[in-house]
């Protein structure tokens, strides 16, 4: 009787060892692949308690979280011949555990040296404008090399970034001096546009004061007011522009009335004309 209990005491404890051997976690961000004499099952585990048969079965855990890898630099010569050194970032999950563990060694590395490829690739098809501005439109050319590749080993490329382009320090100095020169042009375009438009005005101002001298003196005293404002030591003495001008046409009548026959300047008074002395009557008498 003893040696049955003894015996089921060691079986029982032989089964225990069994069901611990056989008992795997597999991790929330992880997936297990079962390889059962060498052979992957199908299905893949899910997260949780798992069992293995003892001796037949090993699993390999794949991760199935975004793995966030940086390219090395690349350097290549763009499509107008400027040499030039770029980085980049992709952004990556595996979506089919199986297919990554069987398919590829190590798939981590596998889609580095394609990213790697694929950015040399796309810096010699694009010009350095491209590089700089359309970004958008390359890292979905990116994307789209690295994922034709990726997609048979269960990968899927979720983006890809250009991080950073270097350009040789000469080309940047060209650089800077055509953005100078193409600003010092906007500033001539607008400073002529701006003197264009005031000559306008002005010209403007000009016809309605010529049309009523009262604007040019109310113009006149504003002027002598804001002067007046800045509280300096000049003195400014106006005199009327009429005046002026009256005293301008009693010179021209003086010098008419002196002068008949001087050319005079248009606008000036005529001076009155004299009408010459009868003459006299003969009687008939020598």
């Known amino acids: 009787m ?3 209990v003894v015996a089921v005491v060691v079986v029982a404890l032989l089964l225990l060892l069994v069901l611990k051997s056989g008992m795997r976690v597999v991790n929330q961000v992880e997936r297990g692949v079962v390889f059962r004499w060498g052979k992957a099952l199908p299905n893949h585990r899910q997260p949780g308690v798992t069992f ?32 030039v050194k770029v980085d980049a970032v992709v952004y990556f999950r595996v979506t089919d555990p199986v297919r990554a563990a069987i398919e590829v060694q190590d798939y981590v590395f596998a889609v580095g040296q394609v990213a790697q490829s694929s950015l ?3 810096i010699g098809k694009s010009d350095l404008d491209d590089l700089l501005s359309d970004r958008e439109r390359l890292h979905e050319g990116l994307a789209l090399m690295i994922d034709s590749p990726a997609a048979g080993w269960g990968i899927h490329i979720d983006r890809v970034e ?5 350009l040789p320090e000469s080309l940047k100095r060209s650089m800077s001096r055509q953005a100078e020169a193409e600003r010092e042009r906007r500033a001539r375009v ?11 005005q002005l010209a403007n101002a000009s016809r309605i004061m010529s049309d009523t001298p009262e604007a040019m003196q109310l113009r006149l005293l504003q002027t002598v007011v804001e002067v007046a404002a800045e509280k300096n030591s ?28 001087a050319p005079r300047s248009p606008g000036s008074p005529r001076p009155p004309q004299q009408t010459p002395a009868p003459a006299p009557e003969s009687d008939g008498r020598p």
């Open 162 to 166: 250009i991080k950073d382009v270097q």
């Open 120 to 122: 040399r690739s796309i």
């Open 2 to 4: 003893e040696g049955t």
């Open 52 to 83: 293995l048969i003892p001796f037949a079965d090993r699993m390999r855990k794949v991760n199935v979280q975004i793995v966030t890898m940086p390219v090395p630099t690349q350097e290549g010569i763009t499509r107008d011949n400027v040499s």
């Open 234 to 261: 000049t003195l400014v003495m106006p005199f009327p522009v009429e005046l002026l001008r009256y005293f301008d046409r009693a010179v021209q009548k003086i010098d008419a009335d002196l002068n008949p026959d």
């Open 190 to 200: 607008i400073t002529a546009d701006g003197e264009f438009q005031a000559a306008q």
